[in-house]
């Protein structure tokens, strides 16, 4: 079974980047599975941010492209999420997640990141 | 770009009723490219259909989902106390790669 984990800070200012951590164990992030980053604004519903795939193809949400990147860590099984500029709308929670026959399969518990000064 | 719509916002129902849950797509969206999801206040999202009629790992089979043209339907057949949440449609589109959820449904107790 598939157990993620995200971790970062849960305080960020305004124009500053936010930056995220998955830890992924059960499984290897070099299997032949896309990965994603989704996230939930406190109240709201689910928003795709992007995706990767361990060859180095990604993906991302055309809302969030110019801010958002995604990167792997081979050597420890995790990958990560750098949103830059980030503005109060920028709040939520965000989830790491393992994709699967077009739909998000395993999904992390979340963290919280709060954008204010 | 496709935009999912759910309906209703809210459904007040009591348990042991069946529910009908509706995702109404804007362009044809293959049925392959449909998942369902359940929300219970702060926990993550749990997948329970995808390929709009493919119950995930061990989803009961009191959940079941199906397909007509741009509407798709989730229903759950005998409302157990756990079951009242929030649902998400979900769809896929390939041209760019990208992933859109609907606004949700609140099924809530009556």
């Known amino acids: 079974q598939v157990q993620l984990q995200e971790s970062g800070p849960g305080l960020v200012k305004p124009s500053g980047t936010l930056s995220l951590t998955c830890a992924v164990s059960?499984?290897?992030?070099?299997?032949?599975?896309?990965w994603s980053w989704v996230r939930q604004p406190p109240g709201r519903g689910l928003e795709w941010i992007g995706e990767?795939?361990?060859?180095?193809?990604?993906n991302y949400n055309p809302s969030l492209k110019s801010r958002v990147t995604i990167s792997i860590d081979k050597s420890k099984n995790q990958f990560s999420l750098k949103v830059s500029s980030v503005i109060a709308a920028d709040t939520a929670v965000y989830y790491c997640?393992?994709?699967?026959?077009?739909?998000?399969?395993?999904w992390g518990p979340g963290v919280l990141v709060t954008v204010s000064s | 770009e496709i935009v999912l719509t759910q309906s209703p916002g809210t459904l007040s129902l009591s348990p042991g009723e069946r529910a009908t849950l509706s995702c109404r797509a804007s362009?044809?969206?293959?049925?392959?490219?449909l998942a369902w999801y359940q929300q219970k206040p702060g926990q993550a999202p749990r997948l329970l259909i995808y390929?709009?009629?493919i119950r995930a790992t061990g989803i009961p089979d009191r959940f079941s989902g199906s397909a007509s043209g741009t509407d798709f339907t989730l229903s759950i057949s005998r409302l157990e106390p756990e079951d009242f949440a929030v649902y998400y449609c979900?769809?896929?589109?390939?041209?760019?790669?990208?992933?859109?959820f609907g606004q949700g449904t609140k099924l809530e107790i009556k």
């Open positions: 990767f795939h361990h060859s180095g193809s990604t």
């Open positions: 979900q769809q896929y589109g390939s041209s760019p790669p990208t992933y859109t």
């Open positions: 059960g499984g290897s992030i070099s299997s032949d599975d896309w």
């Open positions: 362009q044809s969206v293959s049925g392959s490219y």
């Open positions: 997640a393992r994709n699967s026959f077009y739909s998000i399969e395993y």
């Open positions: 390929a709009a009629s």
